[in-house]
């Protein structure tokens, strides 16, 4: 009889420890690249920022070569673009040689650059140097370094001399300057172009400054202590909430920008299926002319004890709301009970509102020339029911349109909006009609914002 035998053990391979490959979409404590564009990352390269005030890039044609500045040849020959207040990433300090024979002291360093600026082997840049004396370099080498996954630029340079020692060649380097440009690190770290022309850098900033006093100015005249929200002005006896409105304003006026964002409240309204249809404020948050065509476009007022039925929806009722903006003609193809119906909505429109004070634009000061005709500047916002805007912005009639509704089309379609345009509407804000401030506000901070990440 056979003897059963267990079988032999093998001894347990230890397995190897595989990487845990991060997803593209990594969040966590330290960063997020869902929301936070990695190329952004290049602005914290290693080495000690140094800010120099004019950097000259030599600019390379069919006709010329690289080589150093020559006060004999004309700009045809050889031109430059300039670069005003370039941060370079110094590797090492600047050190002085001393030629024995020649008793010649050079100075020479190395940097980094970032990688949207490719410099070229005789570039030349103005810095402060010790002694508050300013002194002009020259790029003798440029390699191409990886740093993450982008790409910088690595440089060695020389000092020339001091500036005011060689006035004749530093005019040559200005005479022969085609085009002028601002760095910007803010506009860097938020991936954006980090250098604009010296024209467009000054109105991107005056447009931002004037984004931060329309916001603390719209959140100081329509916010009441009363609701703790948003109201609508001028119309005596009448709380009126727009959810879509302040909806909008929550993700688009961080707390951060404007810390008075946090005494508002936001009133629950996810109950009614109806006021979570596309409507005007949800298509420029996606950035989606299809909601415009899809959405409603019509609003109408509703009281807010119809919603007292429902446990959410009865808090509008309870915050002393009397009346909430709510669609005119929902979309009720989905329907299928009777508790689904949307609520009558009240048929008595908006008042009219005036300006700050009572004082009004007049019909010549809300006039705009655009390629030789005159157009309005803005229409009053709610006109027969459309929403915010009016017939002509949503049946896409271009001819008929208000400036602020033409630039609004460009925006939802991508497209580059006009400065001067957008500084006139802006201009124009403080003395609007109240309800037009109240409408058009947003819509204005949105609009700077998009010029300034458009902006090249």
Same mark, same amino acid.
Request: hydrophobic residues 35%.
């Given at each position: 009889?056979? !003897?059963?035998?267990?079988?032999?053990?093998?001894?347990? !391979?230890?397995? @190897?420890?595989l990487?845990?490959?991060?997803?593209?979409?990594?969040?966590?404590?330290?960063?997020?690249?869902?929301?936070?564009?990695?190329?952004?990352?290049?602005?914290?390269?290693?080495?000690?920022?140094?800010?120099?005030?004019?950097?000259?890039?030599?600019?390379? *044609?069919?006709?010329?070569?690289?080589? $150093?500045?020559?006060? *004999? +040849?004309?700009?045809?020959?050889?031109?430059?673009?300039?670069?005003?207040?370039?941060?370079?990433?110094?590797?090492? $300090?600047?050190?002085?040689?001393? =030629?024995?024979?020649?008793?010649?002291?050079?100075?020479?360093?190395?940097?980094?650059?970032?990688?949207?600026?490719?410099?070229?082997?005789? =570039?030349?840049? !103005?810095?402060e140097?010790?002694?508050?004396?300013?002194?002009?370099?020259?790029?003798?080498?440029?390699?191409?370094?990886?740093?993450?996954?982008?790409?910088?630029? *690595?440089?060695?340079?020389?000092?020339?001399?001091?500036?005011d020692?060689?006035? +004749?060649?530093?005019?040559?380097?200005?005479?022969?300057?085609?085009?002028?440009?601002?760095?910007?690190?803010?506009?860097?770290?938020?991936?954006?172009?980090?250098?604009?022309r010296?024209?467009t850098?000054?109105? /991107?900033?005056?447009?931002?400054?004037?984004?931060?006093?329309?916001?603390?100015?719209?959140?100081?005249?329509?916010?009441?202590?009363?609701?703790?929200?948003?109201?609508?002005?001028?119309?005596?006896?009448?709380? /009126?909430? =727009?959810?879509?409105? %302040?909806?909008?304003?929550?993700?688009?006026?961080?707390?951060?920008?404007?810390?008075?964002? /946090?005494?508002?409240?936001?009133? @629950?309204?996810?109950?009614?299926?109806?006021?979570?249809?596309?409507?005007?404020?949800?298509?420029?948050?996606?950035?989606?002319?299809?909601?415009?065509?899809?959405?409603?476009?019509?609003?109408?007022?509703?009281? &807010?004890?119809?919603?007292?039925?429902?446990?959410?929806?009865?808090?509008?009722?309870?915050?002393?709301?009397?009346?909430i903006?709510?669609?005119?003609?929902?979309? !009720?193809?989905?329907?299928?009970?009777e508790? +689904?119906?949307?609520?009558?909505?009240?048929?008595?429109?908006?008042?009219? &509102?005036? *300006? %700050?004070?009572?004082?009004?634009?007049?019909?010549?000061q809300?006039?705009?020339?655009?390629?030789?005709?005159?157009?309005?500047?803005y229409k009053? @916002?709610?006109?027969?029911?459309?929403?915010?805007?009016?017939?002509?912005?949503?049946?896409?009639?271009?001819?008929?349109?208000?400036?602020?509704?033409?630039?609004?089309? =460009?925006?939802?379609?991508?497209? &580059?909006?006009?400065?001067?345009?957008?500084?006139? +509407?802006?201009?124009?804000?403080?003395?609007?009609?109240?309800?037009?401030?109240?409408?058009?506000?947003?819509? #204005?901070?949105? #609009?700077?914002?998009?010029?300034?990440?458009?902006?090249?």
């Open positions: 009889m056979a !003897i059963a035998q267990s079988k032999p053990t093998v001894p347990d !391979i230890p397995k @190897p420890t990487p845990h490959a991060i997803p593209e979409n990594f969040m966590g404590l330290t960063y997020d690249n869902s929301q936070q564009p990695i190329t952004s990352l290049i602005s914290y390269v290693e080495g000690a920022p140094w800010t120099v005030d004019e950097y000259y890039r030599q600019i390379v *044609g069919q006709h010329n070569d690289l080589k $150093e500045v020559d006060v *004999g +040849l004309s700009p045809e020959y050889q031109s430059y673009s300039k670069i005003v207040k370039l941060e370079l990433r110094l590797q090492q $300090e600047l050190s002085g040689q001393t =030629d024995q024979e020649t008793q010649f002291t050079s100075v020479e360093g190395s940097a980094l650059v970032y990688g949207f600026l490719e410099p070229n082997p005789n =570039d030349y840049f !103005i810095a140097v010790s002694h508050l004396r300013k002194a002009l370099f020259r790029v003798t080498t440029v390699d191409r370094v990886t740093w993450r996954r982008e790409s910088v630029f *690595g440089i060695q340079f020389t000092m020339v001399d001091y500036v020692r060689i006035p +004749l060649q530093v005019q040559n380097l200005k005479d022969k300057t085609t085009s002028v440009y601002v760095f910007s690190k803010d506009r860097l770290m938020e991936n954006l172009n980090p250098y604009l010296t024209e850098y000054a109105i /991107i900033n005056d447009l931002n400054n004037a984004r931060k006093k329309i916001g603390d100015y719209y959140l100081s005249a329509f916010s009441y202590t009363s609701t703790r929200t948003l109201n609508m002005p001028g119309q005596p006896g009448k709380r /009126i909430y =727009d959810c879509f409105l %302040v909806d909008f304003c929550m993700a688009t006026m961080g707390y951060l920008e404007f810390p008075d964002m /946090i005494k508002i409240k936001q009133l @629950p309204t996810d109950g009614d299926q109806y006021l979570r249809q596309p409507q005007f404020w949800k298509a420029i948050l996606d950035r989606d002319p299809l909601q415009i065509q899809l959405g409603n476009q019509k609003m109408a007022l509703a009281r &807010t004890d119809l919603f007292l039925r429902n446990t959410w929806l009865k808090t509008l009722f309870a915050a002393r709301m009397d009346f903006v709510y669609p005119k003609t929902p979309d !009720i193809s989905l329907v299928s009970g508790d +689904l119906l949307p609520k009558p909505t009240f048929k008595e429109g908006l008042k009219m &509102t005036t *300006g %700050v004070n009572g004082m009004d634009l007049t019909p010549e809300k006039m705009y020339v655009l390629d030789g005709q005159e157009i309005l500047s009053y @916002p709610n006109e027969d029911d459309w929403y915010v805007m009016s017939q002509a912005f949503y049946t896409g009639d271009r001819p008929n349109m208000s400036l602020i509704e033409l630039m609004t089309t =460009d925006y939802l379609n991508d497209a &580059t909006l006009d400065l001067r345009q957008l500084t006139h +509407l802006i201009n124009l804000y403080p003395r609007m009609e109240r309800l037009a401030q109240y409408y058009y506000g947003p819509l #204005l901070m949105c #609009l700077t914002k998009y010029a300034d990440q458009k902006a090249y």
